[in-house]
């Protein structure tokens, strides 16, 4: 597994694909939390929402860069097709927690917030509840599932689309309506902690589904 993470961040990191997600993440914390002040989970809520479309855009990329040959290649050194999309999913959530320490520090940069320890806590659950999401439809959306790029795209901005402006809607905009109307961090972790557990089954749901349409495919 350690092997297929470090092949997959050295061919992410050779070919540059990361460039557009970091750009894309960097840019909307610079205009959502930019001299922003008083409590922390609204500021946070723009973080989390920044890294939903950040890891869509980033596991798109990473599971489309293999060629046919290519992922041949790799299935049959790895031996099991599985192992190779944990460990693509593996090598996104990763990047998603280096991301996060910058989504929890750049707002304390350019802003004057009160913090607390809860708060800190709150930022890095519900960024991760968002990563995790992000990566579950970045998984589906996929070379994997659909060969066609177009077709993946408009499915891809779809589910984010129910996914952010949906009222309601678990995990991520219920997460970030709590968030953006709530300034107390302790009582927003329980619900915060739930939408993690709910994006987590969601990204293993839509893991287990890619791996069986893409082994059809094969």
Known sequence: ??????????????????????????GLMGVLTVNGSGPLPPAYASSAGALFLCSTWLT?????????????IVLVSAGRSFKVLLGSVS??????????????????????YDVRAADLLLGVVAQLACACAGTAIGVFCSRLVFARQGYALVAALAL?????FVQ???????????MATSSDSVK??????????????????????????ATRKD
């Open 160 to 164: 984010v689309t129910v996914g952010l």
């Open 168 to 178: 309601g809607m678990p995990p991520v905009n219920r997460l970030l309506q709590l």
């Open 1 to 26: 597994m350690i092997a297929l993470i470090r092949y997959s961040f050295a061919i992410v990191l050779h070919t540059q694909r990361y460039l557009a997600p970091l750009l894309l993440f960097t």
């Open 91 to 112: 090598t996104v959530l990763i990047s998603c927690l280096i991301l996060t320490v910058l989504g929890l520090l750049f707002p304390l940069w350019v802003g004057s």
């Open 188 to 213: 927003l972790l329980v619900p915060a902690g739930g939408m993690l557990a709910v994006s987590a089954a969601v990204l293993l749901i839509s893991a287990c589904a890619t791996q069986y349409l």
């Open 60 to 72: 798109m990329a990473l599971l489309s860069l293999d060629t046919a040959p290519q992922r041949a």
